[in-house]
């Protein structure tokens, strides 16, 4: 293979690299001030009664993709999370909407149980 | 062990890893989960990582990385605990605070805290839930596989110099660290951490305002953050504001009732079952971990190949990593790659030919020098903290 090929061969090599591996967002910087922007990635609970309850209350600390990444639970485990989330960790949910929140997680993410 | 077989789960998981390897940005990497799929993202100043949650932040880092002995900043796992979180900094404003049971306040601009004498070193930065997802009975939380550490070079102050300078009274009983992160409702608890006396000041514990050389990115804590090394990274705490010197000893939610363990030897209890009582996790457990060949990776008959991958320890550093390829029937002592400390990970490798057609199981047991390794099953407790299994990881060879 002569220089040129092999040349040729690497440039082309880099190009694909760089095609596959998109930029890296960097962080924005005006004088003294650095940022970043977030980006949003909604998530769509399964359909089910009370989904909206969800996603008011529980997106008040956290995104709602929390629900489907955790295991299967009864209604007995979400309904200890969901008593968790708010008596230890302050969130400020009603108990008329915990329990329409139990009662989501329980029927869309739970076991049957 | 050796006549163990794979459970469905691990069969998942190690089809999940496979997958990842060949996904690119949003796609899904884990087919195979029942509930969920783990999928590339892309964060400001961050390489396409796994999703845990967007809000706030909380991002894996693929295995693949862990090839190498330093982790990229664009490449480490980002870990928040309420949204919203600190996404503008104003060097011109922001101010470390030092005070408390102190003789003066400090009010520290970032070229304040690089007057103090700059130290650096590599440490593995591991959050205290990761390998949650492998625990059984399950366990609610952030369900991290295996990608929520790195091994990162840290530059900063001394905490212990900050606080000299600052005059710590007689009195004081431990320092708490308090960050930039704002808590919206006034119910939710602030996430502040503490660290007793003896500890604060010993000579290892940093306030970074570099990793690998560079700024700290936002997500992993810009402009400055505790580095606690040995110790997992609930107390590293990020876009440090506040450090105070105290008189009693701080009891915040973070402190009690979070990140706690059962308080034995193991931090362990029977599966499915409440400790009696608890005490706060500190030290990093022994551990180690396969990079490479991946999990289900397909290899040739009779070709040479290394096995290579990391092991660490709460600070003490490795002492030896042994090696099996049968299921755990026979071990091999595993060659240890440069050595950048007690707080780095080592890499491990051993040269391995596969004779026979088949499935093998891999294994990797670390060993640290106070003499602390990895149990054969997985330690439970209930929030899912310290993991370290001997993971087995299956390959064919065809």
Redesign the interface.
């Known amino acids: 293979m002569n220089k040129t090929m092999t040349m040729l061969i690497i440039l082309a090599m880099a190009g694909a690299l760089l095609a596959?591996?998109?930029v890296?967002?960097?962080?924005e910087q005006k004088?003294?001030?650095?940022?970043?922007?977030?980006?949003?990635?909604p998530?769509d609970l399964a359909n089910g009664p009370d989904r909206d309850t969800v996603n008011r209350f529980c997106?008040?600390?956290?995104?709602v993709?929390?629900v489907?990444?955790?295991?299967?639970?009864s209604k007995a485990?979400w309904s200890a999370?969901v008593t968790k989330m708010i008596k230890?960790?302050?969130?400020?949910v009603p108990q008329e909407d915990a329990d329409k929140i139990i009662g989501y997680l329980s029927t869309a993410?739970g076991t049957g149980q | 062990m050796s006549a163990r077989r794979f459970t469905r789960r691990e069969f998942l998981k190690a089809a999940g890893t496979v997958t990842a390897m060949t996904a690119?940005?949003g796609l899904p990497i884990d087919a195979f989960a029942?509930?969920?799929e783990r999928k590339l993202?892309?964060?400001?100043?961050?390489?396409d990582l796994i999703?845990?949650?967007?809000?706030?932040?909380q991002l894996e880092t693929p295995l693949s990385y862990f090839k190498e002995l330093v982790t990229p900043n664009?490449a480490l796992f980002v870990r928040w605990h309420?949204?919203p979180?600190p996404?503008?900094?104003?060097?011109?404003?922001w101010r470390l605070t030092v005070g408390g049971n102190t003789n003066k306040e400090l009010l520290l601009s970032l070229d304040d805290l690089r007057k103090f004498e700059k130290v650096s070193y590599t440490a593995v930065i591991q959050c205290a839930g990761n390998g949650r997802s492998f625990f059984e009975p399950?366990?609610?939380g952030?369900?991290w596989k295996n990608g929520a550490m790195g091994n990162v070079t840290w530059t900063g102050a001394r905490l212990k110099d900050i606080l000299n300078a600052a005059g710590i009274k007689a009195g004081s009983v431990d320092v708490s660290f308090d960050g930039l992160d704002p808590c919206r409702?006034p119910?939710?608890?602030d996430f502040v951490k503490s660290l007793p006396m003896d500890k604060a000041l010993e000579e290892d514990i940093l306030v970074a305002y570099e990793m690998n050389g560079g700024?700290l990115?936002?997500?992993n804590g810009?402009?400055a953050r505790l580095i606690v090394p040995g110790w997992y990274a609930t107390y590293w705490v990020k876009s440090l504001s506040d450090i105070s010197v105290n008189t009693k000893a701080f009891e915040g939610?973070w402190m009690n009732?979070?990140y706690r363990i059962p308080d034995n030897e193991c931090g362990c209890i029977p599966g499915g079952t409440k400790p009696a009582r608890t005490t706060p996790i500190h030290r990093m457990s022994t551990r180690s971990l396969i990079i490479a060949p991946g999990e289900g990776q397909k290899l040739t008959a009779n070709k040479p190949l290394t096995i290579t991958g990391v092991a660490f320890s709460g600070g003490y550093g490795i002492k030896d990593v042994i090696v099996s390829t049968d299921g755990g029937r026979s071990w091999a002592k595993a060659d240890l790659g440069k050595d950048l400390g007690k707080y780095s990970w080592i890499q491990f490798t051993l040269p391995w030919r596969p004779a026979k057609l088949g499935t093998y199981t891999l294994m990797a047991k670390a060993t640290n020098t106070i003499g602390d390794s990895q149990p054969f099953e997985g330690l439970w407790n209930p929030a899912g903290y310290l993991w370290n299994k001997v993971e087995p990881l299956a390959v064919v060879v065809n």
């Open positions: 596959v591996l998109p890296s967002l960097g962080a004088g003294s001030v650095r940022s970043i922007e977030l980006p949003n990635m998530v997106g008040i600390c956290h995104g993709e929390y489907p990444m955790q295991p299967r639970m485990q999370t230890v960790f302050g969130a400020p993410y | 690119v940005n029942a509930t969920y993202v892309r964060f400001p100043e961050k390489t999703l845990l949650t967007s809000r706030p932040p664009e309420i949204t979180i996404t503008t900094v104003d060097l011109g404003e399950r366990v609610p952030g369900q409702v119910t939710v608890p700024p990115t936002m997500l810009f402009p939610f009732p979070a």
